[in-house]
C-alpha cells in the first residue's frame, strides 16, 4: 500500500504550490484585432495569442511559454497600453 504524501501549499493563502501562472503582455499600444485563442486552449511557446492593430499594422503576440490558456483579459476590439497584460498562462 502506498502512502500518498501530504501537499505543499504556498504562504497564508493555502494555495497549492505548482507552476506559476504566466502573464502575456503586449509589447506595443493599439486594438485587439485578433484573438485566435479560446480559454482552456493549449499554446506552444511563440504561438500567437492576439494581434494588436498599431500604426495600420497587425501586431503579434505570442506566448513566452506552452501552456493552457487560463484567462483572457481583453476582448475584440479593446484598446491596449504598452506593457498590458492580455491573457494568463498556465504552464
Given at each position: ?45 511563440g504561438d500567437d495569442v492576439a ?5 495600420k499594422m497587425e501586431i503579434p503576440?505570442?506566448s513566452p511559454a506552452a501552456g ?24
Amino acid at each position: 500500500m502506498q502512502k500518498k504524501l501530504p501537499q505543499a501549499f504556498c504562504g497564508d493563502n493555502k494555495k497549492a504550490i505548482g507552476m506559476p501562472d504566466i502573464k502575456i503582455v503586449t509589447e506595443v499600444a493599439g486594438r485587439v484585432c485578433a484573438i485566435p485563442v479560446e480559454v482552456g486552449g493549449s499554446v506552444a511557446d511563440g504561438d500567437d495569442v492576439a494581434f494588436i492593430e498599431a500604426m495600420k499594422m497587425e501586431i503579434p503576440v505570442p506566448s513566452p511559454a506552452a501552456g493552457t490558456i487560463k484567462l483572457l483579459l481583453v476582448r475584440l476590439d479593446d484598446v491596449v497600453a504598452e506593457g498590458q497584460a492580455i491573457a494568463i498562462v498556465e504552464s
